[in-house]
């Protein structure tokens, strides 16, 4: 999965991000979400952070959610907005050119189920922790969080086959777009300390890719 720090170069040509995201994960990453998405059900209220090109949401609306998508990027909502047209989707998502940091304006417990793939390893320490905030706070009790995202592997060995095998491509990702991408530290451990409970937990053979729903305080209505 170290291959995700090639999604920076993908999402400054956002017309072929899904087809590179594809090939670069080998379709692993289509199956994660699936499984993720799974978890959604008919009628619920869905909140996509990060949505880009619409991977999540998509799934999510043809669950039969109303799916909020926020994205900070125009190109990549764009094209989420096509891909929501063609498959007849458009009417149960709403999507806005918006900030995780301006989640502050969305109501409590406003949404049954909120979701992000692959956008808190974009987002640094100080708005992981905001947005693990605000996502408590517009959950409704008991609400699944479902994470898709690079993390860092918790063994040293890991961590150094892990760094070696990003090295090339954060370098040529940095060379094409002047940014770059960074696996979260301890990423479940923010989500518990944030006041979820981890119902389910899944690594790759790596520990470099999590998948995980959490879910928020309180008991469902
Ligand atoms: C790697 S892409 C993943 C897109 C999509 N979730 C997927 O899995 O295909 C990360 C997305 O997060 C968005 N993003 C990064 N920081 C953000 C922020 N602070 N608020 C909202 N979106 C953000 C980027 O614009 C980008 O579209």
Redesign the pocket.
């Known amino acids: 999965m170290s291959t995700y720090v090639l ?1 920076r170069i993908l ?1 400054s040509a956002p017309r072929r ?1 899904d087809l590179g ?1 594809w090939l670069l994960t080998f379709g692993s ?1 289509g199956h994660a ?1 699936d499984r993720l998405a799974s978890r959604i059900h008919d009628g619920q209220r869905a909140l ?6 619409g ?2 949401t998509l799934r999510a609306a043809g669950r039969g959610a109303h799916v909020s998508a ?4 125009a190109q ?1 909502l764009e094209i989420a907005r096509e891909s929501a047209q063609a498959a007849g989707l458009a009417e149960k998502i709403d999507f806005r050119e ?4 301006e989640l502050g304006g969305e109501a409590s417990a406003s949404y049954d189920v909120v979701m ?4 808190f390893s ?2 640094s320490e100080d ?1 992981i922790h905001y947005a693990l905030k605000q996502i408590k706070r517009i959950l409704r009790p008991g609400g699944p969080l479902l994470i898709a995202d690079e993390v860092k592997p918790p063994d040293v060995l890991r961590r150094m086959l892990h760094a070696l095998s990003r090295a090339p491509l954060v370098a040529l990702a940095y060379v094409i777009t002047q940014q770059t991408t960074h696996a979260v530290e301890n990423l479940p451990e923010k989500v518990t300390h944030a006041g979820f409970s981890i119902e389910s937990l899944r690594l790759n053979t790596l520990r470099s890719f999590v998948e995980l729903v959490a879910r928020a305080p309180g008991q469902a209505a």
């Open positions: 999604m999402e991000y995201m990453l979400y996509d952070l990060g949505c880009g090109t991977a999540l926020i994205d900070v990027n990549m918006m900030g995780i940091a992000s793939g692959l956008c974009e987002l708005e």
